[in-house]
Structure formats: structure tokens, C-alpha cells
């Protein structure tokens, strides 16, 4: 099974992590105990065209945007000391489709509506509207390099910050075929190429380019183009990231840079703590195995 095919995310109290066989989470309840549990949920088996590069890439985002949000809701419950869901559901049921929606809706009216806005304000005094494409592409970056910065600032955040960090470090040992204890791990380094701030970074970069070369139009106009054309040039951030997160080498490492840079500000360095449960999440995610998998599960690893 190839460790690339691993990724994850903090959540509350914890981490989640994605692989072939499903999706797994581990919390810190507030009693110390850490709570481990797993979805056999193998990655949507996609038919042509789904399966071309680009169009791939929409399909593992939206993979990842639902059990993302189902592993927030999750851990929301079980930090708070609720039960989690009945035997073989999946969490975040009920919530789920309002809370996307809202993730969403949040994103769009933050980095497309509100700098398409400011630079229709400041376009008479900019000298061409590829200049004022181009300010509203430095003004998305702005935002995105700000908010990051904003939430990474207030205290409550910084444990999350800390997990994200530690589910990085679980990741690149299991990468770098490691022992997946809290000593190896440790040793990692807590940024990641493969990171969702460095696809979003990727993403943002291109709509800048993009967005700057299309002109200008009425405001709900270029609204409508921001939007549609969205999907797509997240589909090609996805490629650039998987590419930029192969063997190293010069341009590899010129790529990945900047979202490099960025997860300063998204990851914390990590205590024990946070990398037990990090691990405790990357091994039942190992351990899963997708329904009618007729290999054997690898034998059961105790949680610390």
C-alpha cells in the first residue's frame, strides 16, 4: 500500500487520516484517554472520464472535503465527551450537508466575491484591467496569507495548529518507512508538500494568472467566470501538487516553496501528546480494509 496514498487533517482534539481502505480519527477526550475510531471507506472507485488528470483531482477533492467535515463534526462530539455514532455509520450525518455548504459559501464570499469586489472600487484608478486583474489576484494572496495568519494567532486555534503539525510528522514517517512510534516521528519535520495549504496556495497563484488575463466585465459577470472557472484550476493545482511532491529535486523544490513557507503559519511543532494521537489515527487507517478486501488485517498495534 503506498504511503502516498495516506493524507490527513487536524481536527478537534485530533487528527484524521485518509487512506485506500478508509478514514480513521483519534481524539484526546477530556479525561487524557485517547479515542480511536475507523470507517472501511475505500476512495470512490471512478469511471471515464474521472479518472483523466484534472478531472481526478475534483474527485479526490470532494472526497476530501466530506470526510474532512465529517472527521470535524466527529471529533467536535467526542472531545465534548458524546458518543459517536452507531456501529458501521459513518459520522456527521445529520450535519454534514449544511456544514459543507457553509464551508463553501465562507470560501467563495472571502477569496472570489469580496477582492472582486474591492477591485471593481479601485479599477478607475488602476491603468489597465489586466492591472486591476492582477491587483485582485495580490489581494485573494493577501487574504489568504492574513486569515491563516489572523487564526493561527488566537490561542484556541494553536492546539489545532499543533495537531496539524503532528499529523505531518505521522505522515512523513510512515513515508520515510520509519517506525511508527513517538520517537521517529518527532524527528520528522512538521511541513509537507502535500499539504491542503499549499494546494489552496497552488490554487490561488493560478486564479490570479488566470482571472488577470480574462479581461473585464460587469461585477456579477466576472462573479459568474470566477466561479465556473474554479473547479477547474483546482483540478490543475491538484496535479501541480502531486507533481511538486515526488522524489526532490530543483524545480520540485522551487514549487513547493511557497506553500512551504505558508504552513508556518497552519502547524505548531507538536508535544508527545499530540503525536500519540496522531499515530493512534495513522495506524487504524492502516488497519482498514475496504468491504470484500480479502487480505488479512495486519495484527492490531495497542494505542498509547
Known amino acids: 500500500m503506498a504511503a502516498a496514498r495516506f493524507g490527513g487533517q487536524a481536527v478537534m482534539e485530533g487528527v484524521m487520516i485518509r487512506g485506500p481502505g478508509g478514514a480513521a480519527v483519534a481524539v484526546r477526550s477530556a479525561d487524557g484517554a485517547i479515542v480511536v475510531d475507523g470507517w472501511p471507506a475505500p476512495a470512490p472507485a471512478l469511471a471515464m472520464p474521472w479518472r483523466l488528470p484534472v478531472l481526478r483531482g475534483l474527485a479526490a477533492l470532494a472526497d476530501g472535503l466530506v470526510w474532512g467535515t465529517r472527521a470535524l463534526l466527529y471529533s467536535a462530539e467526542r472531545a465534548a465527551g458524546m458518543p459517536g455514532p452507531e456501529a458501521g455509520g459513518a459520522p456527521g450525518g445529520s450535519g454534514l450537508g449544511w456544514s459543507v455548504a457553509v464551508s463553501l459559501t465562507f470560501a467563495i464570499g472571502l477569496f472570489v466575491v469580496l477582492p472582486a469586489a474591492v477591485a471593481g472600487w479601485v479599477r478607475p484608478f488602476l491603468p489597465s484591467a489586466f492591472a486591476a486583474g492582477l491587483f485582485e489576484g495580490v489581494l485573494r494572496l493577501a487574504l489568504l496569507t492574513g486569515y491563516v495568519a489572523v487564526l493561527g494567532a488566537l490561542p484556541e486555534v494553536g ?28 524527528r520528522c519535520s512538521r511541513f509537507h508538500p502535500r499539504c491542503g495549504t499549499s494546494f489552496l496556495l497552488f490554487v490561488l497563484l493560478l486564479c490570479s494568472i488566470l482571472y488577470s488575463l480574462l479581461g473585464w466585465q460587469a461585477f456579477w459577470v466576472r462573479i459568474g467566470l470566477r466561479v465556473a472557472l474554479f473547479p477547474l484550476l483546482a483540478g490543475v493545482g491538484f496535479e501541480f501538487l502531486r507533481a511538486s511532491a515526488g522524489p526532490a529535486s530543483g524545480w520540485r523544490r522551487i514549487g513547493a516553496a511557497p506553500g512551504l513557507w505558508l504552513q508556518r503559519f497552519t502547524t505548531r511543532e507538536p508535544e508527545a501528546s499530540h503525536l500519540e494521537v496522531a499515530l493512534a489515527a495513522l495506524r487504524r487507517a492502516l488497519a482498514l480494509r475496504a468491504p470484500g478486501d480479502g487480505r488479512a488485517p495486519p495484527p492490531a498495534v495497542p494505542v498509547p
Request: cysteine-free; glycine content about 10%.
Open 159 to 186: 492546539r489545532m495548529l499543533q495537531f496539524h503539525g503532528a499529523e505531518h510528522k505521522a505522515i512523513a514517517a510512515l513515508e520515510a518507512g520509519l517506525p511508527l512510534d513517538v520517537g521517529a516521528a518527532a
